[in-house]
């Protein structure tokens, strides 16, 4: 059964430091796409990043970087240098290729970025 | 361009009545998707559509129900509301199917349901 989990529930920082957010996921698909979905205060949802099974490379988008490795099952989430509006909560989701209906969300991790 | 539009945005029931949340999209969306988001958690999926006259159950699809007539709406009925259906509903679309080569899901900004 697929299955993504999001051990941090929340975590607090104080401005200008680095945060990574956990994510670790279960699949017996071969192709599969794995997600990071930001929900601010204000209860939208914003798309950050998907990434394929086939594609290990890290990706950096600004102050956000992303680590996959399929060899942990992991699909971390790294913020450098935290700002307050960075403030939210994170959903990482895990879907196979082929199904509409397979997207599974973890549970989200609440972050504060305290000033 | 107006994207996903959810309404209402707040909504107020006593248990048994019924109720439709609307979506729409002008995006020229072929799949839709209704989620439901419970206090805490993640998003599980209710109901999806690969396209009009299409629809199909997700994980959580007890309670309610979809239609797709045209490509633009999908709302999702609630027949007989109950407290479990206490929830934030967000509706999405895409042009693929999740995961697939374009561009994944659009958000709606959601629907804020009590049922009391």
């Known amino acids: 059964a697929q299955k993504v989990t999001q051990a941090q529930t929340e975590i607090s920082v104080v401005e200008k430091e680095d945060v990574t957010l956990d994510c670790v996921y279960e699949?017996?698909?071969?192709?599969?796409?794995l997600f990071w979905y930001k929900q601010p205060p204000s209860g939208e949802l914003v798309f950050l990043i998907r990434?394929?099974?086939?594609?290990?490379q890290n990706e950096i988008s600004g102050r956000y970087s992303w680590n996959f490795q399929k060899s942990t099952s992991s699909f971390n989430f790294t913020i450098t240098a935290s700002q307050v509006v960075d403030s939210a909560v994170y959903f990482c989701?895990?879907?196979?290729?082929?199904?509409?209906?397979?997207?599974?969300f973890g549970s989200g991790t609440r972050l504060s970025i305290r000033p | 361009n107006a994207g996903v539009t959810q309404t209402p945005k707040f909504r107020i029931l006593k248990i048994g009545q019924s109720m439709t949340l609307q979506c729409t999209q002008d995006?020229?969306?072929?799949?839709m998707y209704w989620y439901r988001q419970d206090p805490g958690m993640g998003l599980k999926l209710i109901y999806y559509?690969?396209?009009?006259?299409?629809?199909d159950k997700g994980e959580v699809p007890n309670g309610y129900n979809v239609s797709r007539s045209t490509t633009e709406d999908f709302p999702l009925r609630l027949e007989l509301a109950a407290p479990s259906q206490t929830s934030v509903y967000f509706c999405?679309?895409?042009?693929?199917?999740?995961?697939?080569?374009?561009?994944?899901?659009?958000f709606g900004d959601g629907t804020r349901l009590s049922i009391l």
């Open positions: 999405a679309s895409s042009y693929d199917k999740q995961g697939g080569a374009n561009q994944p899901q659009h």
């Open positions: 699949t017996r698909d071969t192709t599969y796409y």
């Open positions: 990434r394929n099974s086939f594609d290990e």
């Open positions: 989701a895990l879907t196979d290729y082929s199904s509409a209906s397979k997207i599974i």
């Open positions: 995006m020229n969306h072929n799949y």
């Open positions: 559509s690969v396209g009009a006259g299409i629809t």
